[in-house]
């Protein structure tokens, strides 16, 4: 199992940006899909999480900015930021609760994509 993480680059405090993140391989189902970030000097946060059947959870400092969503049929989550600020320059990492065909539950991390936020 493989997570493909995409969408980062730069942009302008006020600005918006839409992260994606794919997973792929032999997958049975995935449970909760996740947003993490850690900016640098910092511990990693959580910024979001959805469950599969669609309940969304929000750190505070995003929460009313930013919407976690997902294709279950595409085993794809997507993170939509909007109003942008400085402070939400990080890494931003994607995490699933995987059960790969034939094996147990797992958690599996993408790659991480960088989100630089310009005041």
């Known amino acids: 199992v493989q997570l493909q993480a995409s969408g980062g680059g730069l942009v ?6 839409s992260l994606s993140c794919a997973a792929s391989g032999s997958i049975f189902s995935i449970n909760a899909m996740r ?4 900016a640098p000097g910092k511990q990693r946060e959580l910024v979001a999480t959805i469950t ?7 750190a505070g400092s995003v929460k009313g900015r930013f919407t976690i969503s997902r294709d279950n049929a595409k085993n794809t989550v997507y993170l939509q ?3 942008l600020k400085p402070e939400d320059t990080a890494v931003y990492h994607c995490y699933a609760d995987v059960l790969a065909t034939g094996r147990r539950w797992d958690v599996y991390w993408g790659q991480g994509t960088l989100v630089t ?3």
């Open 35 to 38: 947003w993490y970030r850690q």
């Open 12 to 17: 302008q405090a006020g600005g918006s940006l």
């Open 117 to 119: 936020v310009s005041s």
């Open 81 to 83: 930021m909007n109003s």
């Open 52 to 58: 599969s059947g669609g309940s969304t959870n929000y």
